[in-house]
Structures are given as structure tokens and as C-alpha cells.
């Protein structure tokens, strides 16, 4: 009886196990063969995938993706599984480049556990719109800034009583106080960023350097914190590009500050 038992056992475990085996689908494959290295997708013209399967029905449908550096970027659709799309339409926000993959799934597997999934080779794709538009963009970027003078800067408003030019944009600048030294205090600003802050003016001359926009007309201008005891706030200003020195004077108050226009040649 205990031998007929455990011939009764095997024999079971040998058919459940043959009939698991026979109820398990065949593993699925996706292998696209177009897209490959050496392709080249235009966004104004459609593209087309070819691909091959095993263990996957003709009924049964490919999602296929467009990615690069391990990001989608467009979904390219669902096709029955007859190895061919055409006619598909690239977004016109994909960009030149040469990084791209074309990713197929198999939808709705039978064996849930295994889904057939294929990335092609790096391809190349074309957008000749976005580059010239891009390259439009950067050039008007990287163009010459119009010259607009400010009129005023905190409430202040600003004069401007002469115009400098330099043919080296990087430039020395000295400044003293003009006349008696009477406790001004003083700031001096170029395109509105702080090159002076809050100076003590003396006959000391301070000495700082700054580097000009060649692209545009800077300003210079002379920012009073205070009127000393014999107002407006004078300075005495020396600049020099190593070959060219200028001079000049400027005064302010509490509701106006002097400037200057400076160019590179």
C-alpha cells in the first residue's frame, strides 16, 4: 500500500506540473528593425517603424514611444501587430538631435508576467523650424541692447551732462571730493548696479575698477546719501581706460543725481 501511495503522488506531481507548464504562454519577443543607427527622422515628414515578434498574435497591438536620455517624448501611437506603421506624425517641439530611440511594448500580454519590450539603437532626428527658430532667438539674444536711459533711480531724477567714450571697456576710476571737505557721503552706480557704496568723501582719491558693457550706452551716475554741510554733494571723478583719461564733476542732491554716458568704440 505505501508503494502504491507514492506511485499515486508522483504520478499526480507529474501531471499538474505538465499541465502548468502546458497552461504557461511561450515568451514573447519585439525586435524593431527601423529605426536603426544611421536613421534619420525629419519632424516635417512622417516616419515609419518596422518591427518583428514572436509569440504574439496579429490580433494583438504595439504601444511604441519616442525617447531620449530615458525620457518620453512623444507617444508615436498603438498598431495591430502586422510588423509595419507608417504615416506617423513627429511633434513639432522635438528638437535636433542624435540621442533618440524609438521603445516598442506589447500590450495586453497573455502572460502578464513576461511583456515583450524592445529599445532600438541611437537615431538621429531633424527639426530645421525649431533650429532656425532657436538660432533666431540666441542671435537676438546675443545682439546689441538698445540704448535706453533711465530718467530716474529711487525717486531720484536722474541728469545727464556729458558723454565719454573709451576704447578699452575696462575701466579705472578715481574720486575725491571737489572743494572743502564737508562730510558728503556719496555712492556711485554704473547701469544701476553699486561700484561706490556709501563713501566718505575726502582729497583721499578712492580708486576703483569696473568693466564696461561694449553692447550698449552704461550710465554713470552719483547717488547722495546725505548734503554735507555745504550741499549739493560734489564729486571730483577721473576715468581711464590706460590710453584715455577723463575728467569730470558731478553733483547731487536728494531728489537728483548727475550722470554720465560712457561707450566703447
Not at 504601444?63 to 506603421?85: C, I, P, T, Y
Not at 540704448?147 to 541728469?159: L, P, T
Amino acid at each position: 500500500m505505501k508503494q502504491s501511495f507514492q506511485s499515486s503522488i508522483t504520478g499526480d506531481s507529474s501531471e499538474e506540473t505538465s499541465e502548468i507548464q502546458q497552461s504557461t504562454p511561450p515568451k514573447s519577443t519585439i525586435e524593431i528593425s527601423d529605426p536603426a543607427q544611421g536613421t534619420v527622422w525629419t519632424v516635417s515628414e512622417t516616419a515609419k517603424i518596422q518591427w518583428e515578434t514572436e509569440n504574439i498574435d496579429t490580433s494583438k497591438s504595439i504601444r511604441f514611444f519616442l525617447a531620449k536620455d530615458d525620457m518620453v517624448v512623444q507617444e508615436l501611437g498603438s498598431f495591430k501587430n502586422n510588423s509595419l506603421a507608417e504615416g506617423i506624425a513627429l511633434a513639432n517641439n522635438v528638437g535636433s538631435g542624435d540621442q533618440y530611440q524609438v521603445v516598442g511594448i506589447e500590450l495586453f500580454p497573455d502572460n502578464k508576467f513576461q511583456v515583450a519590450k524592445y529599445a532600438t539603437s541611437y537615431f538621429s532626428i531633424r527639426n530645421p523650424i525649431a533650429d532656425a527658430r532657436k538660432k533666431a532667438a540666441l542671435a537676438k539674444r546675443n545682439s546689441p541692447k538698445e540704448d535706453i536711459s533711465r530718467n530716474e533711480f529711487e525717486g531720484r531724477k536722474i541728469s545727464y551732462v556729458k558723454e565719454l567714450s573709451f576704447t578699452n571697456e575696462n575701466i579705472s576710476v578715481s574720486l575725491w571730493d571737489h572743494g572743502r571737505q564737508d562730510g558728503d557721503i556719496v555712492s556711485i552706480y554704473l547701469n544701476g548696479k553699486t561700484v561706490v557704496s556709501k563713501h566718505l568723501l575726502t582729497y583721499r582719491r578712492k580708486k576703483v575698477s569696473f568693466k564696461l558693457d561694449p553692447d550698449k550706452t552704461n550710465e554713470l551716475f552719483l547717488y547722495a546719501h546725505n548734503l554735507g554741510t555745504a550741499p549739493p554733494n560734489t564729486v571730483s571723478i577721473e576715468l581711464t581706460d590706460g590710453s584715455t583719461s577723463e575728467k569730470i564733476i558731478l553733483n547731487s542732491d536728494l531728489k537728483s543725481c548727475e550722470a554720465v554716458q560712457i561707450k566703447v568704440k
